[in-house]
């Protein structure tokens, strides 16, 4: 499985973003799809998570209600929609995916774009 991120930039305070992960695989019915962040000096964080079957999403607190995963399953996309962004959303954003049901840490990933940079100014 290849990933490719895209979509980040720059944004004020309390605008949006959407963030995009292109998926080349034959399916991806069994696979769950995550967004992550790193912020310099920092761990890599998880934002989000959708069950490619179903479509079921998990957040954490910190972006839960600003932030929303959904999937194409045509064009074979995972999609971050970024709204009400803070100055600390800051970092650099991956996608990531796994052929099990929903790891919430980075290392229950197996699959990884590249990072792509979104910066929220004050």
């Known amino acids: 499985v290849q990933l490719q991120a895209s979509g980040g930039g720059l944004v004020q305070a309390g605008g949006s973003l959407r963030l995009s992960c292109a998926a080349s695989a034959r399916s991806l019915s069994n696979f769950a799809v995550a967004w992550f962040r790193q912020a310099p000096g920092k761990e890599r964080d998880l934002v989000g998570v959708i069950r490619w079957a179903g479509g079921s999403t998990y957040y954490p607190d910190s972006v839960r209600g600003r932030f929303t995963i959904s999937r194409d399953n045509s064009k074979k996309t995972a999609y971050l929609q970024m709204d009400n962004l803070k100055p600390e959303d800051t970092a650099v954003y991956y996608c990531?995916?796994?052929?099990?049901?929903?790891?919430?840490?980075?290392?229950?990933?197996?699959?990884w774009g590249q990072g792509t940079q979104v910066t929220v100014s004050s």
């Open positions: 990531a995916a796994a052929d099990r049901k929903r790891p919430l840490t980075a290392s229950g990933y197996d699959y």
